[in-house]
C-alpha cells in the first residue's frame, strides 16, 4: 500500500500520479490525451482528484482508459492531504450567470435551451458540444436544409384530436422523435445522460444509449423505468471479442435496437474545440509542448476513440447478426446505394446521419439524403415509406417540431434529435429535458392541426413542397464598392422636437 | 346592489372584483386567459376600471367573455373610490413620441406607417400586430414572394386615362383591393376598426368585419356609408347555433360575403407576443405562477378562440349554403387541391392566404399558391382567371400597388391588405388610413401607367415573369474564416487635410 | 419700367416676384412646383435672384417654364438692392470637403467618383441624380444582374493589338458606349452637360442631348467639336407642333438620331429625393402646406414633366417618319414583344432600359431583356445581332468595361452610361468625364486581351455564361434564433503579450 | 571608377544613382517603373542601398532590369557613406506583432496562416500577395465555388490505411496537389521561394518556379533535395531567343514539366495594390507626378511584366516541342473548346485557372471550368479523368484538403496552392510552410476515411454533388424599408438581477 507521501512526490508533468476513490494511478503518459487537457490533472499532481473527477467521469473511466500498469494500487487513506477545490473568477461568473437563468416558464422553444446553455455551461463543455468539422458548414446546414422544405396545408378536416404518437422498431412512441447518442454527457451536468433516460420516461420517448457516455451503460439501463425502450448505439471495437461483450450484454439487459456507427471510422477533428483547449492550457506548458513538436491538439478525440476500428466494412455484418437478435440499424448513411446496400443486406432500418456535422465537412444533411433514398428504394425495391421492414431515420439540424413532421411527410419512420436536449440539461438539468420534450409536443399538436393531419399516417408527401432541397447555392460574391456607394433607404422618423 | 366596501376587498389574484360601467364582475378565474396579461387587471382589483377598460374593449367584451356566474351585479355608485389613471414612464415616452411624429404628408409609403407605428403605438399592441408564428419565417416570405416576381411592362400605350376600379363579388371598388380582417383593433387605437371603416367609405373599398374585432359588429355596420359594401369574416363556433344567428344577422344587417376562416382550428402561438407579455407581467407574480407549474403563457390566444371550432371540415359546407345566401368564401387556402375542392362544392372563391405568417410557419405565400391554383384549376376544370364565377383572393405581405398589381396579373380578382392599416391609424388615427389609400391610390395610377395597362382588364399574365416564384432557397452556410480573412475593398476617400 | 422699391414688396408666398437677368417675373403660383424646393425662391422675393439663378438654369428656363403673363417686364436696374449671397454652414462643409477630394490620378475606377461624388456635391444634387423608384430594387438589380454573367475567355490570340472601336447608328466612337440623357446637368456642376459634350469630343465618343438638359439644346450643339456626333433624346410633348419644331431644328443642326423615351408617360417618384426635399424645406412652410392638404411633393418631377403626353402610342411613329430623316429609336422598351414591333415598325433601333430604375420598380435590367430581345428576334425574324439594320441598346447599372462587354457578346450594339459620368463631373468637373472615359478604355484594353478578342466583332455570344441572367432569387428569410446561437469560428489570433 | 561624392551629387527626382553591391546604376528613368514605388528608392538616391535591395530582390534583379546603358561601373569603397536603415514606427509595430505570433501548434488551418500573415507581413507584400482585379469578385468565387460541391460519402470500407499519394506528369507526389507558381516571394519573406523548395522536398511534393520569383532560378534549383521534382512556370518574352535559353536551361537542370501561362498577355490591374502604392509615397511626389499627367499606378505590374508576348497564339506551340522534350502544359485555359485544342495540339494537359482572380474579373472558377472539360472531352474524344496522357490540372480558391478532393473526384489529376504557402512562409517561414503541407496531410488522411476513399483511385464523380456548380446567383436586391420595420426574433436571456 502506496502512502500519500509517496504519491506526493510525484507531482510534475514528468511524473504525475493521482489519487481517485483511494487508488493510485499513474497518468504521466495520459496527461497529453486527456479530453479536458492536461493542465486539470497537473492541479492534481500528486493529490486526490476524487472530488473534481467525479462530477464528470464515469465510474470506471480511469480504468478503463489506463493500461493496467498504471494502476499503483490503494493509498493509505490517512496519509492524503486533504484537497481544497477553488473554484476560479470564471467559474463564479458562470455560477452567478446559473443565478440569473430565466424561469422554465420562459423558455419559448429549443433555441432558448441553447441560448441560455451557451452562457451556463462550462467553456469546455459548450466547446465540445457545439463544434463541428472543419468549417463547421455541414452543422449549419443541416438546420438550414429544413428551411428549403415548406408545408402544403390542407384544410377543413377534423383536427378535434390529433394523435401524434407513432412506432420505431416496433416500440411505441409518444411523438414520432427519439434522443440520439452524444457522448459525454457529464461535460455539461453533473447527471450527465441520466438526465435524458428520466424525461424520456416520462414523456414515453425512446434514449440511444451511446458508446462514449459519460454515465456507465449499466447505470442508465438500471434508471430506465419498467417497459422504458432503450436503444444503443455503438462504436466497434478494434477488438471483436470486446464488442461482442458489449452487444450481448446489451442485449441481455433488454436493449431493443443496435445502432451501429458507420460514419466514423476516425473521429473528427473539430477546431472550435481545440481552439478552446488551447486558451484552457497552462501557456507555458503549451510552449513547452509546441517547441518539442508533440502534437497534443487532437488528444480528447483521438483518446476517447482509438479503439474504434477504421476497417470495419460490409463484410463484418454477417457476424453482427450472428451474435445478437436485436435489429440492426446502420447509422451514419449518407447516400442512397448504401441505404439500398443495407436494406439488401437485411438491416432494420438506416439513420440517415453526419453525424451533427462533426465528421466530414461538406456532407449532405440527413433529411435531403432522406429524400435521394426514398425516390431510388422505391425505384430500385419497389419500397414505400415510411416502411415497417426498413426503416429510415434522420438526425441534425431539428430545433421545431415542423423539421420532424417535413422528414416524416418525406418518408422518415422517426426523426433523431441530440444536441438540444444536451443543452436543455445544461441549463436545467433533467426539468429542462422535460420542459423541451413539452415544447415539441405543444408544437406537435398545434402544427398538426393547422397543417390538417390528425395522425402520423395523415402527414404525406404531398404535403411538402422540398422542390428545393437539393439546391447548394453560394451567392456571386458581394461587390463592395458598388454597395458600399449605394444609400440605403430610410423610412420616415420623428421629429427632434415635439410639434409646438 | 353591492357596496364599493365589498368589492374593495377582494383585490388580490385570490379573489379579483372589478367594476365597469357600474357593475361588478368576478374575473378571477380570468386573470390568466386575459389577453391583456393579468398585470393590468391587477391593478384595478376591487376599484373601478371603466376608464382603463373603455378605450381598449368592445363594449360587451366583459359580459360576453365571462362566465353568467361571475356577473356580480350592480354597484351602489357613490359608495366607489374614484381611480386616478396613472401614466407610466414609458407611457410618458411613449406620448412624447407620439408628439414627434411626422406631418401625415412626410408619409411616402406604407413602410412608413408602420416605422412610425412600432414607436408611438403601445407595446402591447406592436407585439399583438406585428408577431407570427415560430421563427416567423412565413410573415416575411409573404413579402419576399413579392420580390421575386418581376415586370415586363409594355409601351406606348395610350395611357392618359388609368382606371384601377374593379369589382369583388359584383361590388365596386376603386382599386382591386379589400380590408382584410384582423382582431383587436383598439389595442393600437381606442376608434380600432371604425378607422377602417370610415376611410374605407372616403376610398371606396370593402373593408372585411372580423369576429374578433374590439368595436362590436353592429358597431361597425351602423357607421358604414349608406351604400358602402362590407364583408365578414367568420371564425365558426363549436356551437353552431351561436354561427348561425352571427351569420343570419349579418346577412339581415345587408353583409355582401361571408368569409369563413379555415386556416386556424387553433389559434397559433406566437413568441414574440408571449415574450412581450413576460417582460410586462409583475415579475413577483410570474415567479409564483411559473413555480406552481400553471402555463399561463398562451393564455392571449386561446381566451379569445378557444370557441373555435377544431373539427370544421367540408361536410359543413352545405349546412352553411342552408342558411344564409350570402356568396361563401373560405380564406385561409393554401394549395391546391383545396381550391378545386371549393369550387367543386360551390363556392364564391377562396382566399389564398396563411394567416398573416401567424399560424404553421413554413405555410408558403398566397401569391405563389395563387399562380399554382390557376394553373391547375384551368388543367383540370377548364377555369380562366380573373373569373367572376369563382374568385381568387390574395393577402399577406402587400405593401405596395405593384405587389397587387403581380397578384392581379398572376389572376386574383382582389388583394386583402391588413397590418399596414393596423400601423396606419395605431400612428395616425382615421386619416392614418386615409392615407395609406392615397398612397396606394397614388401608386396604382403611376404604376398602371408605366406598365401600360390602362384598365385592371389589362393587367394580364404575359406582364408578370414569375418564373423563381416558387424558389426557397437557403445559401450555403458562410465560411467565416475565409470572408473574415478578406479585406475588403475600400473606394477613393477625401485626404485627411485639404490640398495647400 | 418696374422699380425695384415696387418689386420688393412683392417679397412673400402670396405674392412672390423675383428679378433675374434684369427682368421681373411674377413666381407666386411656381413656387410649389419649383424642382429646387419653393424655400430657396423665397429667399429672393422680391430681391434680384440673378446670381443665385445662374449657375443651375439654363438661360431660358424660366421663361420658358412661366406663362407669359407672368413676365412682368424690366426693373429699372439702380433700384434694385444688392442681394449678398449668404453660405450655409452645411455649404461651408461641403466646400471644405471639395478641398480634400484625392487627385484624380488615384481615381480607380467608376465607383471611385460616385463615392467622391457623394461627399462633394450638393445634397439635393446628390438626392435627385442617386434616388430611384420606390424601393430602388431595380435600380440595384440593373448592376445586380451584370454579376450574373460569367465570362468564358479564349486564350492563345494574338491580342498585341486590341481594337474596341465600334459604330453606332453607322458613325464611328472609340468604344462601344455613348453617354445617355439624364436630367438637370447642373445641379451638380455649373457647366452642366457642357462637361460631357466637351469629354466626349475629347474621347471620340457619342453624347446624347437631354430634353430636360440644364444647358440649352443649342449651347450643347456649339460646343460640339467639328464632325463631333450627338444624338438627341426626346420627351414628347402633348403639344405636337412643339415636338416637331424640336425635332426638327435638332435635324437641322445636325443631330444623328432621335431617341424617342417610350418608359416614361410620367416621370416617376423617386421617395429619397422627395424625403430631401421635406428635409430642405422650411419646417413652417412645410406644415403650413401639410395642414392645408396641398401636396407639394411630387412638385418637382411633375414641374419639369407636365408636358409629356401620356397619350403617345405605336400610332404616332408614323407622323415622326413624316416629319424628320434622322434615325427613330425607341429609348425604354422593355420586352421582346415590344422590341418586335419596333422593328416592324421600320424603327433603327431600340433601348432597352428602365430609365435607370427611376420609373417602374420591378421592371426587369435591361441586360435581361437583351438576352431575350435576341432568342425572340432571331425566333421572329431571323435576325442575328449586332444587327446594322436594326440595332440593340442597353442602358443602367454599368460601372466597368467588362459590365459592357458582356453585354456586346450578348449582342448589343453599344450601352449607354449615364449616372457615373454625372459622378465624375459633379467631382471634377470636365476632366473627371475625361478621366471616367480614360479608365474605361484601359479597361476596355486589358479586358479584351484577356477575353482573347482583338476587336468588338470578336466578342461573342460563347465568350459569357448567362444562364443564371433570369434568376431573381429572394433567399428564405433568416433564422435568427439559429443563427444568433451560432458562435462563429474565429481564426488564430495574436498573443496578447509577445514572448519572452 | 566613380567616387562616392560624385555620386551623392545624384540625389534627386531628376537625377537619381544608387549604389548596390560596390556598383553605380543610373535608376533616374527607372523610378515609376519600381513594383515596391519610387519612394524608396529615392530615400537612398546618390547612396548605397544594399542593405535595403538584399532582403527583398533576387541578386540579378537590378543588372537585368536595367539597360546597360545605366550601368555605371565600380565606387571607390572608400569613398562612400555608410548608410544606417531606419525603422519607421509602423515597422516596429509590425515587429511587436510578430513577437505575438500564436505558436505554430496553435494554427489549425490554412485560413489560420492567412489571418496571421495579414498582421505580420510588410503592408505592401499583403497587398500585392492579396490583391485581384478589378471588384475582386473571382478571387472570392474560386474558393466559393467549392461550397457548391458536396459530398456523398461511402461506408463500411476498410480504411485502415489511406494513401493519398499519387502522380503528376509521372512524378510521384505524397499528395494531389503541387505548389504553384507565384511572383515577388521575397516581399513576404527574405528567402523568398527557398521556403517553398525546402518544405515540398520535406513532404515530397513538386513545386513550380515562377518566371518572376525573387529567388533566381538556379538558386531554387540549386537547393533542390537530389532527386526532388521541379516544374517551371513560363512568362513567353517576346524575344523568342531569350524564351529558348531559359526553356533549354530549365530541361538541362533537371525540369520536368513546362507550364506556360496563357491567361496573362498583359498583366492584370490591381485596384488593392495600387491603393496600397498611392499611401505608401510620398504625398508631394505624388503631387506632382499627378498634375503632369504621368501615370505611375500601374508601374509595378507594367514593370516586371513589359516583356510578356501578348502576340502568343496557337501556332507557337510546335516552336515549343521543337525546342524542349519537357512536356508542355497550358496554365490558365479557361473554357471546353480550348481545352480540347490543347490536347488535339498534343499538350501533356492543361491548367484551368484564372491566375488566382488576378486577371480577367467574372472568369470563372477553375473547378467549374474542370466540370465542363470533363463534360465535353468525353464527349468529343472519349477522354476518362483523371487521365495519365492529358492531364487537368486546378487551382485557386484553395483552402482545405476537401477542396482538392473535390476537384479530383470531378477528374483532375492533381490541384495547385499557391497563396496559402505565401501566407505561411510570410508568418513562419519556412516552418510554416512545413506546418501548411502537414495540416493537408492530417485533412486528407481524415477526409479519405471519411469519405470512404483508401486511395487516390478510389475518389469517383459519384462521391460529389456537384449540380449546383454553375449557378452564379446574385440575389434580388434588399428590401431596407421591409427589412428594418422588422423586428428581429430574440430569445431568452438571462435575468438582469439574479434571483432572490
Not at 16 to 28: A, L, M, Q
Not at 74 to 102: G, S
Not at 131 to 140: F, K, L, Q
Not at 221 to 234: E, I
Request: overall charge negative; some cysteine; glycine content about 8%.
Amino acid at each position: 500500500m502506496l502512502s500519500g507521501k509517496e504519491v506526493a512526490q510525484h507531482n510534475t508533468r514528468e511524473s504525475c500520479w493521482i489519487i481517485v476513490h483511494g487508488k493510485v494511478y499513474d497518468v504521466t503518459e495520459f496527461l497529453d490525451d486527456h479530453p479536458g487537457g492536461s493542465r486539470i490533472i497537473l492541479k492534481y499532481a500528486g493529490k486526490d482528484a476524487t472530488q473534481e473527477y467525479d462530477p464528470i467521469h464515469p465510474p470506471d473511466a480511469i480504468t478503463s482508459n489506463l493500461p493496467i500498469e498504471k494502476h499503483l494500487g490503494p493509498v493509505e487513506p490517512d496519509t492524503v492531504e486533504k484537497v481544497e477545490v477553488q473554484i476560479t473568477d470564471e467559474e463564479k461568473l458562470r455560477l452567478e450567470r446559473m443565478e440569473k437563468r430565466p424561469l422554465l416558464s420562459e423558455i419559448l422553444n429549443l433555441h432558448d435551451f441553447e441560448s441560455i446553455a451557451k452562457l451556463v455551461m462550462p467553456d469546455k463543455a459548450w466547446a465540445y458540444y457545439s463544434s463541428a468539422a472543419d468549417d463547421e458548414i455541414t452543422i449549419r446546414e443541416n438546420h438550414a436544409a429544413y428551411h428549403r422544405i415548406w408545408f402544403r396545408p390542407r384544410i377543413l378536416r377534423d383536427v378535434t384530436k390529433v394523435d401524434f404518437s407513432s412506432t420505431i422498431l416496433g416500440h411505441k412512441t409518444s411523438m414520432p422523435i427519439y434522443i440520439t447518442a452524444t457522448a459525454l454527457g457529464k461535460l455539461g451536468h453533473p447527471d450527465g445522460e441520466l438526465n435524458l433516460t428520466r424525461a424520456a420516461a416520462k414523456h414515453g420517448v425512446i434514449q440511444m444509449i451511446p458508446t462514449l457516455a459519460s454515465c456507465s451503460f449499466d447505470e442508465l439501463v438500471d434508471a430506465a423505468q419498467p417497459g422504458q425502450v432503450q436503444f444503443l448505439q455503438l462504436y466497434v471495437n478494434k477488438d471483436r471479442e470486446i464488442t461482442k461483450r458489449i452487444v450481448q450484454h446489451a442485449e441481455s439487459r433488454g436493449i431493443k435496437g443496435l445502432f451501429i456507427t458507420v460514419d466514423a471510422p476516425q473521429l473528427g477533428r473539430r477546431e472550435k474545440d481545440m481552439r478552446q483547449k488551447f486558451e484552457a492550457e497552462d501557456p507555458a506548458e503549451v510552449s513547452k509542448s509546441g517547441s518539442d513538436g508533440v502534437d497534443r491538439t487532437q488528444g480528447a478525440a483521438r483518446a476517447i476513440s482509438s479503439f474504434i476500428d477504421p476497417g470495419l466494412n460490409w463484410g463484418d455484418l454477417k457476424w453482427f447478426k450472428s451474435i445478437t437478435k436485436m435489429p440492426l440499424i446502420l447509422k451514419g448513411v449518407q447516400c442512397w446505394e448504401d441505404a439500398l446496400e443495407a436494406y439488401d443486406q437485411g438491416m432494420a432500418g438506416v439513420v440517415l446521419s453526419n453525424h451533427g456535422g462533426r465528421q466530414l465537412d461538406f456532407a449532405r444533411s440527413g433529411v435531403e439524403v432522406l429524400a435521394e433514398c426514398v425516390t431510388h428504394l422505391k425505384e430500385k425495391r419497389g419500397l414505400k415509406f415510411p416502411n415497417e421492414k426498413f426503416q429510415l431515420f434522420v438526425d441534425g439540424g431539428v430545433r421545431r417540431a415542423t423539421d420532424v413532421i417535413k422528414a416524416i411527410a418525406l418518408g422518415a419512420t422517426a426523426v433523431g434529435i441530440g444536441r438540444p436536449f444536451l443543452y436543455s440539461y445544461s441549463a436545467y438539468g433533467q426539468e429542462g429535458v422535460d420542459q423541451a420534450l413539452q415544447i415539441l409536443r405543444d408544437e406537435f399538436e398545434m402544427n398538426m392541426r393547422l397543417l390538417g393531419a390528425p395522425t402520423i399516417k395523415d402527414v404525406v408527401p404531398e404535403m411538402v413542397d422540398a422542390s428545393n432541397l437539393n439546391s447548394h447555392i453560394v451567392a456571386v460574391p458581394s461587390d463592395s464598392l458598388f454597395n458600399t456607394n449605394y444609400e440605403v433607404m430610410q423610412h420616415a422618423m420623428l421629429k427632434t422636437k415635439p410639434k409646438l
